[in-house]
Nanobody, 132 residues
Framework: QVQLVESGGGSVQAGGSLRLSCAAS????????MGWFRQAPGKEREGVAA????????YYADSVKGRFTISQDNAKNTVYLQMNSLKPEDTAMYYC?????????????????????????WGQGTQVTVSS
């Protein structure tokens, strides 16, 4: 059973930075997707970024492109989300998620990586609050 534990959330002012971590334990596949999602009160869960663990290719939602960077440390089985130039609209609970199925190119091109229904395992979430 895979377990995901997020950390690194907190409260910052607009323009600030945070780095989220997602530590995976249990059996994880080497050719899979890890994703970061966020959910604000009253809103649907939104895919923010994802990384293909096979080669580190990264994918981003338009709303965070250029500000957020997803990365991985395979030795530590950890995925990171570096968040810079934070805005009040980035305020949400942030979750990491894991899809153990090796992806097809069609799956990637269709942006399925951004769909919460495509992920099997989830962390408990970490709160990010950005004040103006």
């Amino acid at each position: 059973q895979v377990q995901l534990v997020e950390s690194g959330g907190g409260s910052v002012q607009a323009g600030g930075s945070l780095r989220l971590s997602c530590a995976a334990s249990g059996y994880t596949y080497s050719l899979s997707f890890m994703g970061w999602f966020r959910q604000a009160p009253g809103k649907e869960r939104e895919g923010v970024a994802a990384i293909y663990t096979g080669d580190g290719r990264a994918y981003y939602a338009d709303s965070v492109k250029g500000r957020f960077t997803i990365s991985q440390d395979n030795a530590k089985n950890t995925v990171y989300l570096q968040m810079n130039s934070l805005k009040p609209e980035d305020t949400a609970m942030y979750y990491c998620a894991y899809n153990p199925t090796p992806p097809s190119e069609l799956w990637v091109r269709s942006r399925a990586w951004a769909l919460s229904s495509e992920y099997t395992y989830w962390g408990q979430g970490t709160q990010v609050t950005v004040s103006s």
